[in-house]
Nanobody
Framework: QVQLVESGGGSVQAGESLRLSCVASGSIFSINAMGWYRQAPGKQRELVAGITSGDSTTYTDSVKSRFTISRDNAKTTVYLQMNSLKPDNTAVYYC??????????????????WGQGTLVTVSS
């Protein structure tokens, strides 16, 4: 079974920081891009930050210079360091990974994974 497990959400005051972590596990042959999405109440899910297998990064404009996405050396864990948090950053944050996984018969296939979501609440 392949899965993403997130941690690190919580409730903070505006201006404070949080660090989200997401660990991929299971029969994964390779992980290509990983990213963090968020969904605020009444809004669509949106990409917050992404990182490729070559460590190129992308951010939504509203978080540039405040959020940093990174991966560990094994490329199985992705982090989102969130600084100077604002109330409008309140949302459920989801980890995403675009993977190649092993299946029966020695074959593999593309599989997009999602974490269960972790709630970030920022109060003013």
């Amino acid at each position: 079974q392949v899965q993403l497990v997130e941690s690190g959400g919580g409730s903070v005051q505006a201006g404070e920081s949080l660090r989200l972590s997401c660990v991929a596990s299971g029969s994964i042959f390779s992980i290509n891009a990983m990213g963090w999405y968020r969904q605020a109440p009444g809004k669509q899910r949106e990409l917050v930050a992404g990182i490729t297998s070559g460590d190129s990064t992308t951010y939504t404009d509203s978080v540039k210079s405040r959020f940093t996405i990174s991966r560990d050396n094994a490329k199985t864990t992705v982090y989102l360091q969130m600084n100077s948090l604002k109330p409008d950053n309140t949302a459920v944050y989801y980890c995403n990974a675009k993977t190649i996984v092993f299946i029966t018969g020695g074959n593999s296939k593309y599989l997009e994974l999602w974490g269960q979501g972790t709630l970030v609440t920022v109060s003013s």
